[in-house]
């Protein structure tokens, strides 16, 4: 009987766990590396289809109400097929129900040999280890997980050229009146490098911010966070352009920088940026961080 009872607890507890203790860091790493291996991502190639194959099997697994996002991008380089892609959790049946969105790109860029691990692999791998801890749970919220598709730009980041994923669903938002729902949106990208440090991006909604922090410091994680400020054209751009509150939690910063290195440092959009460049660890920091906000806005 004692033991009968201890076996129930414990299966009731690890059911109930809260949500940021459900973050599986050791997943998130494998996820990265799955991915990274897939090899290029850029639309159309085979390795972003199989990255698209590998967040819909995860998404179906945890029980997400998945939508598609699909549209025709004009771009330098012809028209290009774009797929947004959406995992609602905790839908309601109340059609007013308030949503937070945890986002990040899952292209690369359009460069011979660029493989991504951090840049593109480590947000897309996060948000699977996301909807893995967000599946059964119940919250006030709705939560959205979005893939973006086509962030980086053909050429340059200049004009239109670059965001096309993240514009065309922002413009979606605001037109179908789902905006006024968003209590917030939170873009991951580059967050599993070796020298942790998000940025405190400037463009970025600053309460927000500052429940990121609370969140941070909560869990010990303060060193880092919003150690510098750096202005970025990210996806969140779009959504602040629309009304949305929306965070960049960006990490600008990694490896040698300098005048004779990209401006996010020696490996930012250099073939360079493999597996090896990425830690468990700081997907982890980051990881259950932005789980502890979604609780700390849930409430
Ligand atoms: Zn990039």
Redesign the pocket.
Known sequence: MFIRLGFLIAAVSAHAAILNERFNAQQAYAYTAQVAAFGERWPGSPGHKKTEDLIHQVLQINGARIEADDFTATTPRGTVPVHNIIGKFNVSADPKQQILILAG?YD??FQPGFI?AN??GSSTAILLAFADALATQKMKMQVWLVWTDL??AINSFTGDDGLYGSRHLAQKLAANGTRSRVRGFFLL??IGDKQLGVARETESNRPLQDVIARAAAQLGYSQYFFQYQVGIIDDHVPFIRAGIPAVDVVDAMYGRMGPTFDSMGEF??ANTDTIDKVSQRSLEVVGRTMLLTVELLDK
């Open positions: 790109h690369t860029l991504g840049d593109g962030e980086e990208d580059m930012h959009h």
